[in-house]
């Protein structure tokens, strides 16, 4: 009895684990079932001779084919003749219609079941030379929009994107907030962009590039270093070197994440990138325009490519040897960046030249003759800087670095005042590592959308107004909102007084800006998209990081916006080599200009800013035109 049942407990475990296995096991019992049905029947017919009434007995292939032909078909029997046949064909045809309903049922349930698991984007993605997206973040939409253009170029491209999210959800999510998709595919996967096993899924070994996001997690920077050092230390890895950008929040992780990424990464720092553009643009009007025009793909682009027929040629030689370019740096072998080297700085073999160009293809030497008008040139006028008042209305995370890079560039004796709505900001400014004979720092806890609130401040006094957004405690709309009221505010109170109010102001909802622009202010910093463009240029070119690095330190070369009548007379047409020229002699690279009250139509709103003009044009400028240059001071 032992024996037995052990048996009977033995058969019953391994039919339950086939029944288990899925729809292929159970269309393989049900199969099982007909053929043995199938079989019973034919073996019975021949065996006993039962035969249709006047018809002659059937052999057992015959008879199983009638059984099959009833198995699979109930109204086969519908034309028997003979109760004994009739009754064989009925107990087989009843067993078919089980079958054969189970069979229907079972497909059905595994159709279903595969959809499912192809809703799930669990499947493993088998494209290559593709661009991977890890994580899920507001930036994403305008990063995709910028890949797309970046991608028109090249034959079948593709972004594969994984994220902690519904794959259905995130593809209705871009096709609502992504206009045009152009030639590029967009494959979404639902997964867990720090694990290993889920990382096999986008197959990063054939990618051409991986954009990292900061996901909107409280331990963000955490996860973004574990999904790089995911990638990087992977033990089926490609041997070739990734091409990573990683976002990063905390520049206090920043050292952390070079570690683990090392080589192979671009390090985003996002908070520090917009707190730099936000403090140099508000110090120089339009500023702003310049940075989204070099960040963007829709437009003049920075490229970091060999140029041969550059070395042995001065640095300041070269500049002048581009007619539809701007040349604005080297890259030495080592493949550190040098944007602005001085003028007798010699192209060395292999360095690599960073150039603003339309696109890569218009990147070539000047043939012709350059024609200079020596005669226009100015020589270099001495501006003494002075002291600022600087009013920021608002606080969020980046406030501090703000106030600190501020600090770095403005003349001693200046002034700053915060005021905000934030709790506990007032004590966190009091810690600030400023200078203060350098400038003395004043908080007030106020509510910066209050009329009455504002007019104590004295707002026409000030040289500067930052307006933030409260990203930090409201969500973004909310936030934005604030900020327009603040900014509707301050229109009133300018025209109240009768006075220009420099007025720079944080959007975070790219959506907003059009909308803020009826508040006549000066410029507006996006945060979002500064970020999804600095991602998704550095995703195309391995130095973009270190370049803007350059760009936004105050130890290096930086980007300014000067009066072009200090450098050439206006007083008649001038090209742009000689304005060119004018800034090489005083150590500087000019990339382009500001016209004010522009009257040509602006459909990208850059407010009259023109980067990389064609060097040969003849142009006029008005005294308050502005030529934009690369400087060090």
């Not at 603003?356 to 001495?382: H, M, R």
């Not at 930052?466 to 909102?481: E, H, I, K, P």
Request: glycine share 6%; aromatic share 6%.
């Amino acid at each position: 009895m032992k024996t037995g049942s052990h048996w009977r407990a033995r058969l019953r475990y391994e039919f339950d684990k086939s029944m288990a296995a899925g729809a292929i096991a159970l269309m393989g019992w049900l199969a099982l079932i007909s053929l043995i049905v199938i079989v019973l029947a034919g073996i019975f017919l021949a065996l006993t001779g039962i035969a249709p009434e006047g018809g002659e007995p059937v052999s057992f292939i015959e008879a199983a084919w009638e059984s099959l032909m009833r198995t699979m078909d109930a109204g086969t029997m519908g034309g028997d003749i003979g109760w004994s046949f009739r009754m064989v064909s009925l107990v087989v045809t009843i067993a078919g219609i089980f079958v054969f309903s189970a069979l229907i049922g079972v497909i059905s349930s595994g159709l279903e079941n595969k959809l499912d698991e192809l809703r799930k984007g669990r499947s493993r993605v088998l494209e290559a030379d593709h661009t991977i997206i890890l994580n899920w973040s507001p930036s994403i939409f305008d990063i995709i929009s910028e890949l797309v253009i970046a991608n028109q170029s090249r034959r079948t491209p593709r972004i594969v994107i994984m994220a902690n999210k519904d794959k259905v959800e995130m593809e209705d999510e871009i096709a609502t907030k992504v206009d045009d998709l152009k030639n590029t595919r967009i494959i979404c996967r639902s997964g867990d962009p720090t694990d290993l096993y889920d990382l096999d899924i986008v197959n990063a070994q054939t990618s051409r590039s991986i954009i990292v996001l900061s996901p909107e997690d409280d331990d963000a920077d955490s996860r973004v270093i574990k999904s790089v050092l995911a990638l990087v230390n992977d033990p089926k890895r490609r041997t070739e070197p990734y091409m990573i950008a990683a976002e990063i929040r905390d520049a206090a992780n920043a050292e952390v994440a070079r570690i683990v990424g090392g080589s192979e990464m671009q390090l985003i720092l996002a908070d520090d990138l917009i707190s730099r553009i936000v403090v140099h643009t508000s110090r120089q009007s339009g500023l702003s325009a310049v940075y989204s025009e070099l960040l963007d793909f829709d437009g003049c682009e920075i490229y970091t490519l060999e140029q041969p027929e550059l070395t042995g040629k001065p640095f300041g030689t070269a500049v002048m040897s581009y007619q539809a370019s701007t040349l604005i740096g080297i890259c030495d072998n080592n493949g550190a960046v040098h944007l602005n080297p001085p003028p007798n700085r010699v192209f060395e073999a292999g360095e690599k030249a960073i150039i603003i160009s339309e696109d890569d293809a218009s990147i070539k030497l000047d043939a012709g003759k350059t024609t200079v008008a020596q005669s226009l040139i100015l020589p270099p006028v001495a501006r003494e800087q002075q002291a600022e008042r600087t009013l920021i209305l608002g606080w969020n995370r980046r406030g501090p670095i703000i106030a600190t890079e501020l600090s770095r560039y403005v003349a001693p004796g200046s002034h700053l005042t915060i005021a905000a709505e934030t709790p506990g900001f007032v004590d966190e400014v009091s810690t600030l590592q400023i200078d203060r004979d350098i400038m003395t720092v004043d908080a007030r806890s106020i509510d910066t959308s209050h009329r009455g609130t504002l007019n104590e401040l004295d707002i026409p006094s000030y040289d500067h107004v930052l307006v933030l957004g409260y990203s930090d405690t409201m969500a973004a709309q909310t936030a934005d909102t604030h900020t327009l009221i603040t900014l509707l505010q301050l229109r009133q109170i300018a025209e109240r007084a009768g006075k220009h109010i420099s007025v720079v102001s944080e959007m975070i909802d790219i959506r907003n800006r059009q909308l803020a622009e009826v508040t006549r202010a000066d410029d507006f910093v996006v945060s979002n998209k500064l970020v999804s463009l600095m991602l998704a240029q550095a995703s195309e070119n391995a130095y973009m990081a270190a370049i803007f690095g350059e760009l936004l330190d105050e130890a290096g070369s930086e980007i300014y916006m000067r009066p072009i009548s200090d450098y050439v007379t206006i007083d008649k047409p001038v090209n742009f080599y000689t304005v060119t020229l004018s800034a090489l002699r005083r150590g500087e690279v000019a990339i382009g200009y500001r016209k004010q009250n522009d009257a040509d139509p602006d459909p990208r709103r850059l407010g009259g800013v023109v980067v990389n003009p064609p060097k040969a044009l003849m142009m006029h400028f008005n005294p308050d035109d502005m030529v934009i240059v690369l400087a060090a001071d």
